[in-house]
């Protein structure tokens, strides 16, 4: 059996095929680090929520005792 060059066509449409499988595996790996960085900013959110409701207790306890010990008009 001998063997038939491809033709310049089919060469072109293999070379593409490996392009575009390589752009998928590319796509793929990228998906999955934007869905962890979009995990990281949820966390992130829920940090900066949870220390702001800290702050407005602290804020309030501070008044409660501002005002007890007289250091502003009740």
């Known amino acids: 059996m001998v063997d038939e060059p491809d033709s ?3 060469r072109f449409l293999r070379q593409i095929d490996a392009k575009v499988d390589r752009i998928g595996e ?4 990228l998906t ?6 979009e995990e990281q900013m949820s ?13 407005d207790r602290f804020e309030s ?3 409660r005792i501002e005002k007890r010990l007289d250091l502003i008009e009740a």
């Open 26 to 29: 590319r796509l793929d790996d």
């Open 8 to 10: 310049l066509v089919l």
């Open 61 to 63: 306890r501070l008044q």
């Open 43 to 55: 966390g992130l959110r829920s940090d900066i929520v949870r220390l702001d409701h800290r702050l």
């Open 32 to 37: 999955g680090r934007v869905a962890s960085l």
